[in-house]
């Protein structure tokens, strides 16, 4: 059974992000959109929900978060399953992953978390770039292909768990 998707990425500094949720909506067959263009009404037909941005200061981009903050709560709009997604110069650390505050917030307006995932990307933060950047080949070819096998296992009933990329 095919499921209906979309995906809503705020992919803002080399594009690592939106490579991501290209290579998971061609898993998903869902259509990847800025918060600006996603539409609530799409999004409440649809069974699965990618959110994702790159990472900003520890934490996602405040367009992506302020814009699910703004979201309605299930009780007026049916929402289905969610996923979070993240690219940052740094590693995902286990103790607080980047993911963790936004799944919080979509919980709250009732979707079903089925997991999130990340990967490394290339940054050029302000001390990294003095070097030239750090990660300049990442996302790479095994980090696209993870992020299509945790979509795949999104796209299924059983929900995707936590996932990173190499």
């Given amino acids: 059974m095919k499921v209906k998707a979309v995906i809503v990425c705020v992919s803002v500094s080399h594009g690592n992000t939106r490579?991501?949720?290209?290579?998971?909506?061609?898993?998903?067959?869902?259509?990847?959109?800025?918060p600006e263009e996603a539409d609530s009404g799409e999004l409440g037909?649809?069974?699965?929900?990618?959110?994702?941005s790159g990472v900003f200061y520890g934490r996602l981009?405040?367009?992506l978060t302020g814009w699910a903050?703004?979201?309605?709560?299930?009780?007026?709009?049916?929402?289905?399953?969610?996923?979070v997604f993240a690219t940052s110069g740094l590693p995902d650390l286990p103790p607080t992953p980047f993911a963790r505050p936004l799944g919080r917030v979509l919980e709250r307006k009732g979707f079903e978390?089925?997991?999130?995932?990340?990967?490394?990307?290339?940054?050029?933060?302000?001390?990294?770039?003095?070097?030239?950047?750090?990660?300049?080949?990442?996302?790479?070819?095994?980090?696209?292909?993870?992020?299509?096998?945790f979509a795949g296992r999104v796209g299924?009933?059983?929900?995707?768990?936590?996932?990173?990329?190499?």
Avoid at 74 to 81: E, P, V, Y
Avoid at 156 to 166: C, S, T, V
Wanted: charged share 25%; with cysteine; aromatic share 8%.
């Fill in 69 to 83: 903050t703004g979201l309605p709560v299930a009780s007026a709009t049916r929402w289905g399953r969610a996923f």
């Fill in 19 to 34: 490579r991501v949720a290209d290579s998971m909506a061609e898993v998903l067959g869902a259509k990847v959109v800025s």
């Fill in 45 to 52: 037909e649809a069974d699965v929900v990618g959110f994702g």
């Fill in 156 to 166: 299924e009933r059983g929900g995707g768990g936590r996932a990173g990329g190499r």
């Fill in 113 to 149: 978390v089925a997991g999130s995932f990340s990967c490394r990307g290339f940054d050029t933060w302000a001390p990294f770039k003095l070097v030239g950047g750090i990660n300049r080949r990442r996302p790479n070819a095994g980090d696209l292909a993870a992020a299509r096998e």
């Fill in 61 to 63: 981009h405040p367009r």
